[in-house]
């Protein structure tokens, strides 16, 4: 039995790996699995990249930042499996909301009213308003930024973004440290059960059926390893497949709330598997499928905010990090539908569709943002170039 060590954080969208894990998925595989709890991104990278970690539960900019040398020493990973869309939210302090309010800004309109504020501060003198993001390289800061933007408020200039590991998003929100913060489930939930703040977007009010975790191996290790890794995916998909079940979703809940996982209150986690159509996914709608262009609209938003220049070549990256192949393997012996395609434009659905597949078309979500905006794989570059916020010019 090949032993095998993955990392994660204390997030909902753990759930494949915990499912995998009390179900006995993984020794089903025939690998013996050990799940370490970790207390922040950094750590995770850093783990994976030494070796005291096989592969984690991580965001997956960062498995391209990684892979890139991007705030630390190249370290290359794979990701076969993507484990979730949706999940994240954007939360205010009280007092910030009852400005919101006050501004005028219902749900429809609370980055316009937030705008409003930063322009009130702005004129009495005031410090700006402290966002917190998870990572610098996390879907997190990307959506919160691009709901910024999209407002007028430039996210370098206007407000101040920090960064601050998920289980202390909550804590820091109550003392006063920030005075908002963009987070997966359950922390969102949890600061609004604490009376510390409100939910103002969920980030698939920003990006509808966005991705945001994936599973991500140490190149070196899934190399020497095939099988293992083929093991890994099916054991994943039959836990993904198992958690979008509604049938299943209070065991899952239970599962998630033990102290080895995520160790919030039930209720907390229950609130992000509640949300329909926009709530977190893990493998329907190929939910699972590590899509290149998801991969090249992370490395568009490290152009767009100046985390990557423009000479940088983002089909390569994408294709070296995000494994399609892998991910075909393990689906189809376990009987799932794959994309026949790796790429597809995003952002251009805005009802239902089906999604050719092997071995039969997938019924797919919509996946609008929300300035109504697509994003083509094949021009990254020019599409970073084009919002009226941006650090980053065609032919610079």
């Given amino acids: 039995m090949t032993d095998v060590r993955l990392g994660f954080i204390p997030l909902t969208d753990c759930a494949p790996l915990a499912v995998a894990q009390t179900l006995g998925l ?26 005291a970690l096989d592969g984690a ?12 040398g991007l705030g630390a020493e190249p370290s290359p990973l794979i990701a076969p499996l993507s484990l979730n869309l949706n999940g994240g939210g954007i939360t205010v302090s009280r007092a910030v909301a009852e400005d919101l309010r006050r501004l005028g800004g219902d749900k429809a309109d609370k980055a316009q009213a937030l705008a409003g504020l930063v322009g009130e501060r702005r004129a009495a003198g005031a410090p700006p308003l402290t966002f917190a993001v998870v990572f610098p390289y996390s879907i ?8 910024l933007a999209d407002a007028g408020i430039d996210p370098d200039r206007d407000v101040r973004l920090v960064v601050t590991p998920p289980p202390r998003t909550a804590e820091q929100l109550r003392s006063g440290a920030i005075d908002g913060f963009c987070v997966g489930a359950p922390w969102n939930a949890i600061a609004v059960a604490e009376g510390a703040g409100e939910i103002v977007a969920l980030t698939s009010d920003v990006w509808r059926a966005g991705p945001d975790k994936v599973l991500a191996l140490g190149e070196g290790w899934a190399a020497a390893n095939p099988e293992a890794v083929q093991a890994l995916l099916r054991a994943l998909l039959r836990a993904g497949d198992w958690a979008d079940e509604p049938a299943n979703r209070r065991e899952l809940t239970a599962i998630l709330a033990r102290p080895e996982y995520v160790g919030a209150p039930a209720s907390a986690i229950a609130h992000a ?12 709608h190929a939910a699972g499928f590590p899509w290149r262009s998801h991969a090249l609209w992370f490395l568009s938003q490290m152009l767009r905010w100046g985390q990557i220049g423009p000479g940088a070549d983002l089909a390569a990256a994408a294709g070296r990090v995000y494994r399609p192949d892998l991910f075909r393997t393990a689906a189809a012996a376990v009987g799932a539908a794959a994309p026949q395609a790796d790429l597809k434009v995003e ?4 009802e239902g569709w089906s999604l050719p597949g092997e071995p039969a078309p997938i019924p797919m979500p919509v996946d609008i943002f929300c300035d109504g905006r697509r994003f083509d794989p094949a021009d990254a570059l020019g599409y970073a170039a084009g919002f009226a916020i941006t650090r980053t010019k065609v032919g610079a």
């Fill in 26 to 51: 993984f020794a089903a595989e025939g690998i013996e699995v050990t799940l370490e709890r970790e207390a922040s991104w950094a750590t995770i990278r850093d783990k994976v990249a030494v070796g």
């Fill in 57 to 68: 539960h991580m965001l997956a900019p960062m498995a391209l930042a990684a892979s890139l």
């Fill in 140 to 147: 997190h800061n990307y959506l919160l930024r691009y709901w």
């Fill in 273 to 284: 598997l509640s949300f329909g159509p926009q709530g977190i996914v893990f493998q329907r």
């Fill in 347 to 350: 952002g251009a659905h805005t």
